[in-house]
Structure formats: C-alpha cells, structure tokens
C-alpha cells in the first residue's frame, strides 16, 4: 500500500480533521526515526498513517484497532504492519519487541501535546517551538489533561530516546509537513 492509498483510506474514514493531522503528524514522527536508524520509511509511515484510521467507526477500547485490522487485511495491507498497529494499543497486550512496535508507542501521544503547544503560542507555529517549551507546558497539569505524560515517558524510556530529545525530534519531523498540519501560524518560511 502506498501513502496515498492510506490516506484515501483515512479519508474514507475518518471526517474529523484534527484526527487526520494527528495520523499525518505521527506518519512524519515515524518517517522521522526510519530514517534516523536505517529503516524502510515507507512501512513506517503507513503504520503511523493508519494507526488510528477506525477510531471514529470504532471509538471504544473494545473496538478500536482491532475491529480495524480485518478491514487492514482486506486492503492488502502487509499482516506485519497490521501487527505493528495493534501493537500500540495498551489493552491488547502485544509485545512492544520491535523498534517499529517501540516507536509507534513513542510517537503516537507525544504529537498530541506538541501540537496543543505549538496552538496555544503567539506564532501557532511549529517552525519556532522547541521542546523547551513543551517542557513548560509539561509542568502544567491541567494543560492537555487528557494526554497521559506518564504514557509518554514511560514510551520514550522504551523507545531508548531521552524524553525531551524525542520530543525535539518529533517537533522537527512535524515542522517537515508544517503546512499539512495547518501549523504554519504566522512565521512565513522563506
């Protein structure tokens, strides 16, 4: 399968348009370390596009992703990206024995609060935030409350990656598709 036949398959399910960036954000993020250690981007960035590409047909723990990875299968999808998605589900269990498995953990949650961080600055951008930044708003409980921090050190840790490095490198990885995300803001990249 290629990119844009995922995401032609993200589209057809998925309305919402934030749900869409937060795949596209965690395709670049895993892009991103395929590059950085060696690996095939191509499977890597489909495991990021579609990990998430039932959640609005299956929005419950009982459903979501395994519901999805039939309908994964029945695309032509490779049975070991199907594995690698089901993987970054915590209450199905499967080992995280894979840097694939380990960094599609790691990426998936940290894009949410990098992106609420980059929203919430003067510029809306990502071309000027650094993971300093998302170090102070890491502080602030009550900031992206529904993200779980314990969930992200704890993926990074097994990922191997010092947290605010891996954080720098997915805000690097995000800024690549900055205009995708609709995270320009205002800075104008000349």
Same mark, same amino acid.
Request: one cysteine or more.
């Given at each position: 399968?290629?990119?844009?036949?995922?995401?032609?398959?993200?589209?057809?399910?998925?309305?919402?348009?934030?749900?869409?960036?937060?795949?596209?954000?965690?395709?670049?993020?895993?892009?991103?370390?395929?590059?950085?250690?060696?690996?095939?981007?191509?499977?890597?960035?489909?495991?990021?596009?579609?990990?998430?590409?039932?959640?609005?047909?299956?929005?419950?723990?009982?459903?979501?992703?395994?519901?999805?990875?039939?309908?994964?299968?029945?695309?032509?999808?490779?049975?070991?990206?199907?594995?690698?998605?089901?993987?970054?589900?915590?209450?199905? /269990?499967?080992?995280?024995?894979?840097?694939?498995?380990?960094?599609?953990?790691?990426?998936?949650?940290?894009?949410?609060?990098?992106?609420?961080?980059?929203?919430?600055?003067?510029?809306?951008?990502?071309?000027?935030?650094?993971?300093?930044?998302?170090?102070?708003?890491?502080?602030?409980?009550?900031?992206?409350?529904?993200?779980?921090?314990?969930?992200?050190?704890?993926?990074?840790?097994?990922?191997?990656?010092?947290?605010?490095?891996?954080?720098? /490198?997915?805000?690097?990885?995000?800024?690549?598709?900055?205009?995708?995300?609709?995270?320009?803001? /205002?800075?104008?990249?000349?």
């Amino acid at each position: 399968m290629t990119h844009d036949e995922a995401l032609a398959l993200v589209r057809e399910y998925v309305k919402n348009e934030g749900l869409v960036h937060h795949m596209l954000a965690v395709e670049a993020a895993m892009r991103f370390y395929a590059e950085k250690f060696g690996q095939d981007p191509e499977a890597w960035g489909l495991i990021g596009l579609l990990h998430d590409f039932d959640w609005e047909i299956h929005p419950t723990l009982e459903q979501h992703p395994q519901d999805g990875a039939p309908m994964l299968r029945e695309r032509g999808v490779p049975e070991d990206i199907v594995q690698d998605i089901l993987s970054h589900a915590d209450h199905l /269990n499967l080992p995280r024995d894979t840097m694939r498995r380990k960094a599609i953990w790691a990426c998936d949650e940290i894009t949410g609060l990098i992106t609420a961080v980059a929203l919430v600055r003067p510029s809306k951008s990502l071309y000027d935030l650094e993971a300093s930044s998302v170090k102070k708003k890491w502080k602030d409980k009550a900031f992206a409350a529904g993200t779980s921090r314990a969930e992200m050190e704890h993926a990074a840790q097994e990922f191997g990656v010092e947290l605010w490095e891996h954080t720098g /490198n997915v805000i690097q990885a995000m800024r690549r598709i900055a205009p995708e995300l609709g995270l320009v803001g /205002n800075i104008s990249q000349g």
